[in-house]
């Protein structure tokens, strides 16, 4: 099955991409790589959470701002290639807002890495990182970009 059949399976569709809240692009083609702007965890147009993880945000709602961040980034790179099922995830990254003794940064980051893998099977196989920060723009408690290859 292809992404798109993937995702409908966990009763998700491919959004369109997120406007931009600065001066950036969401995504940018270079030869067969795509890569993403970081993209927040929005839908229609609002943040599904706003603070820091181990504060205002549980790590269970983070988890999910992870996943919705994943797919808006999954939107991003298909914007950019002309089959979203000819794509190979390579590099996640992962930013969560978080208290200084939250430590949690990978439980949340699977949120994005357990639906890319979902969505795109051994394709979505990827590189990680999970890197808490001290605050995220428009108080997102969540972050992620991503790296694609475009087979």
Request: aromatic share 4%; with cysteine; charged share 15%.
């Amino acid at each position: 099955m292809g992404v798109a059949e993937n995702l409908a399976e966990l009763g998700l569709q491919i959004p369109e991409v997120p406007a931009p809240v600065a001066a950036y692009v969401p995504a940018v083609r270079s030869g067969s790589y795509v890569y993403t702007s970081g993209q927040l965890p929005l839908a229609d147009g609002r943040l599904l959470a706003t603070g820091k993880v181990g504060g205002e945000v549980t790590p269970e709602a983070a988890y999910e701002c992870a996943r919705r961040s994943a797919l808006n980034a999954i939107a991003a790179v298909a914007s950019q290639v002309g089959d979203i099922d000819s794509v190979r995830i390579v590099k996640v990254v992962v930013f969560v807002a978080s208290t200084p003794d939250f430590t949690g940064q990978p439980t949340v980051a699977n949120g994005a890495s357990e639906l890319l893998g979902a969505a795109f099977g051994d394709r979505g196989v990827h590189a990680r990182s999970a890197v808490g920060v001290p605050v995220l723009p428009l108080d997102a408690p969540v972050e992620v970009e991503l790296i694609a290859e475009a087979l």
